[in-house]
């Protein structure tokens, strides 16, 4: 397997999964890894330096620490702009599935699932693939990498997205067409067709960036000298859909649940657990907190989330004659239990990122579900008017850490802030609501969850 994107989530998930595979005697499978970008060529030069080893922290909800050391990752490749030793990787033979972490954000995708050529990077990569060059998006890099396999005879292989993104190996797959056909390519279109596949995919693992104090308890705890451990909760679940071109790791020996649809399940994970949590990071720095699971253990904070998943999405995701396979319920209360982990300290400047990704992605589709059945949306209209207030704090410079947000148009969301009417500024932004933007009854439910939003800050002062 190639992955793309060494960063602490993939080391605490992925890899850590086919850790447990390697030692339940799966030595068939190993991981080689790389970035896109120059931004991390110290981590992997640290990587490079450990043989691919690191040490995984993991701790439970009641504060039970555990370690253990990572070895499935094989071979880090060092950053180079031409993203050689990835392409190479990439176009052998036995690499059989690439895999990749770019956050939600970095696939690019407007409100209909087509390139968003607004961004410029994305755009120099298009004109970069025409000429025939790798690119620094996760489009333009893989174009590159099959380009070169293709030419190679190197054979299927499956490319596996490992994002939040609701239906992300199908909605990746339409991404990756579109920016081969816009590069002119029409040999690796063809090619691309009848040579990959490229399955959805539910991940789940709190992962927050690790504490400076992280390598001194590990070495306390295991005498390990460790320059790039990473920590993470407990609680991990990966949802695959079975769909491999060129052969897969046993994953389902370790826990990993092999599925015909990932609908469902990932239905659930982003509404409930990705949702909630951007609402608590944004209502926790609202008030001065630093931390989720001070949020969470705030009344008022945990009311709202409660009240979201209860109110809005519980009824979305699970109707009379068509039930959840998801506990809802449940899955609810362990999120929340999970978001209560203090010994995680995952901080809201991490989870707070990306909110123009997240109001379209994670939080719309409620809104537009609960309208289309004609019921109320006070309770789901509290998450945009928490990133409202939240982006007003931005707007004036008065966060307390650096807010960043690939989807954000910083002009444009300034513009939103300075509006005589901020609320139906947000209301009526189609890159938030596509054709809700504007609608009546949005505009009200953001005007009421707006003043709510005003009085929790007053009384939280």
Known sequence: MLHLGLGSFHRAHQAAYLQQLIEAGDTRWSLSGGNLRADMAGLLGTLRAQGGRYTLETVSPAGEYRYQRIESIREVLPYEPTLAALIARGADAATRVISFTVTEAGYYLDAHDRLDLGFSDLAADIERAKRG????????????????????????????????????????????LEFIERSGDAALRGWVDANTACPNAMVDRI?????????ERVRRATGWIDAAPVTAESFIQWVIEDNFIAGRPEWERVGVQMVDSVAPFEEAKIRVLNATHSCIAWAGTLIGLQFIHEGTHTPAIRQMAWDYVTDDVIPC?????????????????????????????????????????????????????????????????????????????????????????????????????????????????????????????????????????????????
């Open 133 to 176: 060059g790798p690119g620094d998006t996760i489009y333009g890099a893989v174009c590159a990498i099959l380009r070169a396999r293709r030419a190679a005879d190197a054979g299927p292989v499956t490319l596996l997205c490992c994002d939040n993104l609701r239906h992300n190996g199908q909605r990746f797959r339409a991404g990756l």
């Open 317 to 461: 995701l699970s109707q009379p004659g068509n039930p959840s396979p998801v506990d809802l319920p449940a899955y609810r209360d362990v999120v929340l239990e999970r978001f209560g982990n203090a010994a995680i300290r995952d901080t809201n400047q991490r989870v707070a990122m990306d909110g123009f990704s997240k109001i379209p992605g994670f939080i719309a589709p409620t809104v537009r579900e609960r309208l289309a059945q004609g019921q109320t949306i006070d309770s789901v209209a509290m998450l945009p008017a928490l990133f409202l207030a939240f982006l007003q704090r931005w707007h004036r410079g008065e966060l307390a850490y650096t807010y960043e947000d690939q989807g954000m148009d910083p002009a444009a969301a300034h513009g939103i802030c300075a509006a005589a009417d901020p609320v139906a500024a947000m209301g009526a932004d189609a890159g938030l609501w596509a054709e809700l933007a504007g609608d009546a009854r949005l505009l009200g439910a953001l005007r009421r969850a707006a003043q709510r939003v005003i009085d929790f800050q007053k009384d939280h002062s």
């Open 207 to 215: 992962t927050p960036r690790p504490p400076p104090e992280l390598r």
